[in-house]
């Protein structure tokens, strides 16, 4: 098993920034995939970016390209959301996802998933 867990939300004004962190632990050496989705109130959760074992590949979903940016750590089992220019569409609870196959931006495909971490954006 593989265990995750986000930090890094809170409150920031429309404009500003926020980094989020996802620490994974446990069986991580099979690991491969990690990504972040949100499920804002009142709608379904979605994809927001992933990233490849090596770092070498980043998705994003549109809404967020060029503003967000998805790193791993050095170590391979921290990845991070640095998130720039919050609008208050982006107030939702983040989650950080694992998978122990390739980096993909389909929820389904991930295998572990983290409790989530509250970002909110206030105008």
């Known amino acids: 098993q593989v265990q995750l867990v986000e930090s890094g939300g809170g409150l920031v004004q429309a404009g500003g920034s926020l980094r989020l962190s996802c620490a994974a632990s446990g069986r991580t050496t099979t690991t491969k995939g990690m990504g972040w989705f949100r499920q804002a109130p009142g709608k379904e959760r979605e994809f927001v970016a992933a990233i490849s074992w090596s770092g070498g590949s980043t998705y994003y979903a549109d809404s967020v390209q060029g503003r967000f940016t998805i790193s791993r750590g050095n170590a391979k089992n921290t990845v991070y959301l640095q998130m720039n220019r919050l609008n208050v569409e982006d107030t939702a609870v983040y989650y950080c996802?694992?998978?122990?196959?390739?980096?993909?931006?389909?929820?389904?495909?991930?295998?572990?998933w983290g409790q989530g971490t509250q970002v909110t954006v206030s105008s």
């Open positions: 996802a694992a998978r122990d196959g390739l980096v993909v931006m389909r929820e389904t495909e991930y295998d572990y």
